[in-house]
């Protein structure tokens, strides 16, 4: 019955939107997405956190493959909202957010209040790392309409990396604001986990392991492990080629198999940002994390300064 509701919701919203003046189709499409993310809101079990292009695909495949190898789940899909539970009620319902259309539908856009009462696993990344994926995903897999709806630089710009990193809009300082807010937001959150996209690509047993903890499992360490081979960047590549996932939709599908940079596991790699920047640029980038990113993740320079001496400690 959800299914048929929410197919028609969206096409009486494409439908009307044809009359209506283009500011107003966006807003009655972010209406439409955030009532259905408020559907599935209600009906979760647990949330998960990410702003857009953090590594959620990635964790998301480690996430299913995980119930696959520990609760007998089909191959060649990606759990989503509730279609693993519906397999298996062992398996939790999840709703994966990138935490915009849902505070907007609930008039609660500079809280997280939404989530005080809700077991959440946050996943963050090096800003500068997400706004040049965001570049990537922009120029070569967003879908014109959706650049529009959320203000992202017009289909077909010829904007340069660099000028669309700094972009106030959707490269670094809103990515900033983003991590910002949940920093201040976190402590008010009854049951919350952070897993940094970096420590899962150092230790990615270590962390999967603590995030399915999170989740309410009794570890398995050999469905761990067979999970985090499975997502490794060069079979996520080829199976993104072969379009695998082909029964979850477009999510994990290359736009050009002849283009690396159209795939959706593109690089996966830590600090890979300073490969698109010269050394003023680097500086720039830089200066502005340092000064308005608040230290909570770790990524800012005194952050790292200060963990510089515990890593060489547990080195010894």
Known sequence: MH?????????????????????????????????EDFWKYQ???????????????????MISRYYQLAKGITDGIILGFDNFHKLNPNVPKI??????????????????????GYKTALLVRDPRDVAVSQFFQWKFRMRPYKKAMNKYPAHGADISVYDFVMDPNQGLPRVIGFL?????????????????????????????????????????????????????????????????????????????????????????????????FDDEQIAAIDAMVDSQLTPAFGYTSAEKKAAAPEAAEGAA
């Open 180 to 276: 910002n807010d949940w920093a201040r937001e976190l402590t008010r959150i009854n049951d919350s986990l952070v897993v940094r996209y970096e420590d899962l690509r150092s230790d990615p047993e270590r962390e999967l392991a603590r995030l399915m903890a999170f989740l309410g499992e009794e570890v398995d360490a050999e469905a761990v492990r067979g999970a985090v081979e499975f997502a490794s960047v060069e079979n996520l590549r080829k199976m993104e080629s072969q379009n695998y996932f082909w029964r979850s939709g477009s999510r994990i599908k290359a736009k050009d198999v002849n283009n690396p940079d159209s795939f959706k596991v593109r690089k996966a790699k830590v600090g890979g940002y300073r490969d698109y």
């Open 95 to 116: 709703f994966f957010t990138h935490d915009n259309y849902l505070r907007q539908y609930l008039g609660t856009a500079d809280s997280r209040e939404a989530f005080y």
């Open 43 to 61: 009906r979760c079990d647990a949330v998960f956190a990410s702003y857009g292009k953090s590594g959620r695909t990635w964790v998301r495949v």
């Open 3 to 35: 299914i048929v509701a929410k197919r028609l919701t969206k096409w009486m919203v494409r439908s009307v939107s044809v009359v209506l003046p283009e500011a107003r189709q966006h807003d009655l499409e972010r209406w439409r997405r955030g009532r």
